[in-house]
């Protein structure tokens, strides 16, 4: 079940592309049963066309593989790349397609953002690296600073159980995809995987049901009872009014609250939105980091000696209120040591400080600004949770290769 803590997990922290796809290629490589395999983005470049090698090579030896990916961060992949998949035996899922509108892409909202490898239920990787070239150093200035971890022991029992529920449950909304669902998939190995450490951890995920809140509950969770440190990495930082003033409140009972935030952002409206929070935090004692070397895209924090978060969750309205997302949560006081000298790094190498002297005086329309600000950071879960939150619809991926009106898988365009 998951939300609870299992014992005897071993995490392995990947950092960026040059860490993660050589590990996650050479254990599909190793498969001996069954790769599961979900993505926000898979493009076709260098980095998609070595993952798609690897399954190809895997499903030829006789390993089941199913790859999940969404429908908005992923709409322009050939026929070609899609058929010499599928037709080899890769059942490639895609995660609520929508026609496109006078070209525009339709379906917004309620994203499958997560990223999740398991291989033959003995291995699990959770992160927020996506298959795409920008993930590796040698992509220029735009590549991207991110996190992944590797996972071993019981808790891969786990994933592995969520992800094939979440095939079994995008797979029931139509008729043609109940059909497809029909093709048997791999049984699960019977039993548990043994200890392989003695990290307690465990699988937080975030839907549009049952589950809604909960990676910022534990969050905040955490925040609470942080006596010492707080350490936040994330790409697109706009929480809610909870979490802010639980970042507050730390600070200002004497916890060293550091906040590592975009510097040079993929999309400059992501800086405008944290910055908007600059004074409210920075008057309260909170310390902010912004990372200048490239992008930032990671998403992992820790609090205090033992408790650590990597995963696929922004700190953002479309994170916490719409997007499918996938933490694992960890105990473990190596792991992370390991990641706070990780993030101590970052900052003293890649970041600038932001002083309050930095900023500029708070004349009427800011504070005026800062007031709708706030009132909106209350307001927001309540409100996007008026948006539609249909259940998951997976649609095989040689059905829209051959569907009217569900084209923009195969337009082959660069997004």
Not at 303 to 325: A, I, K, M, R, Y
């Amino acid at each position: 079940m998951r939300g609870r803590w299992v014992p005897g997990n071993k995490f392995t922290l990947l950092e960026n592309g040059e860490d993660f796809f050589p590990r996650v290629f050479e254990c599909i490589a190793a498969a001996e049963r069954e790769v599961l395999l979900e993505t926000f983005i898979l493009f076709e470049d260098k980095v998609g066309k070595a993952l798609q090698e690897a399954l190809l090579t895997a499903v030829r030896r006789g390993v089941q593989v199913d790859i999940t990916i969404d429908g908005y961060g992923s709409p322009d992949l050939s026929p070609g790349f899609i058929s010499a998949l599928t037709s080899a035996g890769v059942r490639v899922h895609v995660f609520d397609p929508s026609p496109r509108l006078w070209g525009y892409r339709t379906n917004l909202f309620r994203r499958m953002h997560r990223k999740i490898v398991v291989v033959d239920g003995k291995r699990a990787f959770v992160g927020g690296i996506n298959y795409s070239a920008d993930h590796l150093a040698d992509f220029g200035p735009e590549a991207k600073q991110d996190y992944a971890v590797e996972v071993e022991g019981p808790l891969v029992a786990e994933i592995e159980q969520f992800v094939r529920a979440q095939l079994q449950l995008g797979q029931q909304t139509e008729g043609p995809i109940k059909r497809f669902l029909k093709r048997k998939m791999a049984p699960p190995v019977p039993g548990s995987q043994p200890a392989a450490g003695s990290a307690d951890a465990m699988l937080v995920t975030r839907d549009n049901r049952d589950h809604q809140n909960d990676i910022e509950r534990h969050y905040r969770i955490a925040i609470r009872g942080a006596r010492q440190r707080i350490f936040i990495a994330n790409a697109y930082f706009f929480p809610g009014y909870r979490l802010l003033r639980q970042l507050r409140k730390a600070a200002k009972r004497g916890v060293d609250v550091r906040l590592i935030l975009q510097g040079e952002p993929d999309m400059p409206i992501v800086k405008i939105a944290a910055s908007m929070l600059y004074h409210h935090l920075l008057g309260a004692g909170v310390k902010i980091y912004e990372y200048s070397d490239r992008p930032l895209h990671g998403k992992v924090a820790l609090t205090d000696n033992e408790w650590s978060t990597v995963g696929s969750s922004n700190l953002d309205p479309l994170s916490l209120s719409l997007n499918l997302e996938a933490n694992v949560i960890i105990k473990d006081r190596a792991f992370n040591q390991h990641l706070a000298q990780n993030l101590e790094k970052l900052m003293q190498a890649s970041c600038r400080q932001v002083k309050a002297s930095d900023l500029p005086e708070s004349p009427m329309w800011v504070k005026l600004r800062s007031f709708f600000v706030f009132h909106l950071l209350r307001r927001y879960p309540a409100w996007f949770g008026w948006l539609p939150a249909h259940l998951p619809r997976l649609t095989p991926a040689e059905k829209l290769l051959v569907e009217p009106g569900v084209d923009h898988i195969n337009e082959g365009q660069t997004s």
